[in-house]
């Protein structure tokens, strides 16, 4: 099942957030995070917080979901507003994104009824970014067109693997050139923006699969490409499988490998590398919902199990659909924890996203210490210091294979 949700402070039932919380929120961008949970099956490697239809239990069906999801935006209105007019402390909405699960199960109308809400709610800004992810079986070239019309600009497609034993080791039930065709397909019915994702590091992957992978996915002529280490997650069908010795755990060595052959083959392409999982072909592929969780902005998240951040404070839903949905309808946050981040946790994780990010991290937000063992980090080879002034510090390929050391060295000099 899907991971367990962090501690926190319990929330008020009312998700009542201090005035002082909201009149910083003008500062910064705003967007919308949609969590659908539904899946029609299971990938043994995730461990999203996803349902089958015989996991969602009653009061819960696709068809209603999304009147649920309309009720919580209420709710982030009068929270967000607290008596005043929305637009005196938020900016119009800059990025909307739906995630998962899976919300192409959905009809693509019903997630326009989200958009719509949002954007008579809040106001949407004039290039805003609206994004879904997709499973390639589940669009059709028809279904594209509505999404378009819906205000849809960008698409995120789950490619994982172009190579059929992969995919089932991972569970993944596309069609290995299914991607591919949906690339293609959005791209005649006029998305601005494609992404394909991808997952290196499966059990008996070779390094002439993860090539074949890439070749299918640069091929496709995506504009923005995203490939992730696979990770195994305590309590998913492939954690117990690696337990149990019917599949090798994954090689971290090999997947320092792939990562390396990524950017490079990436790179010749005419990708650049602008987080350290992400590439696209320029700026405005970048996908920018993502950047407002790399840049600490602000962001609400409505379904179960979803995250929002304003000014400092974070919270997070309770993660089953039925729950939420009895909270919601009642009129009462459905939030299941709350934390207010200290100076320190802020500064913290700045230094642990900010590093991760090709703009990299500015020399004169960092801690005296932390400072001192730039020196040291670039000797090895793990940093360099953009010129002329060298103030902002940011990752060689090799160090963005040992991000977590740096951001330990950082962190502990500080």
């Known amino acids: 099942m899907p991971s367990a949700l962090p501690h926190g402070d319990p929330p008020p039932s009312d998700g009542r957030l201090p005035s002082a919380v909201l009149d910083r929120a003008a500062e910064l961008p705003f967007g919308v995070y949609a969590h659908i949970p539904f899946c029609q099956t299971r990938c043994g490697y995730c461990d999203f917080n996803t349902y089958t239809a015989t996991e969602l239990g009653l009061g819960v069906s696709r068809l209603g979901y999304v009147d649920t999801l309309l009720r919580e935006l209420r709710l982030a209105v009068d929270v967000l507003s607290d008596g005043d007019v929305i637009g005196d402390r938020f900016s119009p909405v800059t990025t909307i994104f739906f995630g998962g699960g899976t919300p192409t199960l959905l009809p693509a109308e019903h997630l326009g009824l989200v958009i719509r809400e949002i954007g008579d709610r809040f106001g949407l800004a004039a290039d805003v970014e609206i994004t879904t992810e997709a499973n390639p079986e589940t669009v059709t070239p028809g279904y594209l067109t509505k999404l378009?019309?819906?205000?849809?600009?960008?698409?995120?497609?789950?490619?994982?693997?172009?190579?059929?034993?992969?995919?089932?080791?991972l569970d993944r039930q596309h069609r290995p050139t299914r991607p591919e065709q949906v690339v293609a397909e959005a791209r005649a019915a006029g998305f601005e923006h494609i992404n394909l994702d991808l997952i290196y590091g499966a059990p008996y992957e070779t390094d002439a699969d993860w090539q074949a992978s890439l070749d299918a996915a640069i091929a496709a002529g995506p504009d923005h490409i995203s490939a992730y280490a696979l990770v195994v997650e305590q309590g998913t069908a492939l954690a117990r499988q690696v337990a149990s010795g019917v599949v090798p755990a994954p090689d971290e060595d090999a997947q320092a490998d792939r990562y390396v052959m990524a950017d490079e083959s990436l790179r010749a392409a005419g990708y650049d590398w602008y987080e350290i999982s992400n590439w696209a072909r320029n700026d405005a592929a970048r996908c920018r919902h993502n950047e407002l969780y790399w840049t600490d902005s602000n962001w609400w998240g409505l379904g179960p199990g979803a995250h929002s951040h304003i000014s400092g404070v974070r919270w997070w839903n309770v993660k089953h659909p039925s729950r939420y949905s009895s909270l919601?309808?009642?009129?009462?946050?459905?939030?299941?924890?709350?934390?207010?981040?200290?100076?320190?946790?802020?500064?913290?994780?700045?230094?642990?996203?900010?590093?991760?990010?090709?703009?990299?991290?500015?020399?004169?937000?960092?801690?005296?210490?932390?400072?001192?063992v730039l020196p040291q980090l670039v000797s090895w080879g793990l940093i360099e210091q953009?010129?002329?002034?060298?103030?902002?510090?940011?990752l060689t390929q090799r160090g963005r294979l040992m991000a977590d050391a740096v951001v330990k060295e950082l962190l502990t000099a500080g």
Not at 343 to 358: F, K, N, P
């Open 328 to 372: 919601v309808d009642e009129g009462r946050s459905p939030a299941a924890g709350r934390e207010t981040l200290d100076d320190e946790a802020r500064l913290t994780e700045r230094i642990m996203l900010g590093v991760r990010r090709r703009e990299g991290l500015s020399v004169a937000e960092l801690p005296q210490g932390a400072r001192g």
């Open 386 to 394: 953009l010129q002329p002034d060298g103030d902002r510090l940011v």
């Open 148 to 169: 378009l019309e819906c205000g849809f600009n960008r698409i995120s497609i789950g490619m994982q693997s172009a190579v059929p034993r992969v995919l089932a080791v």
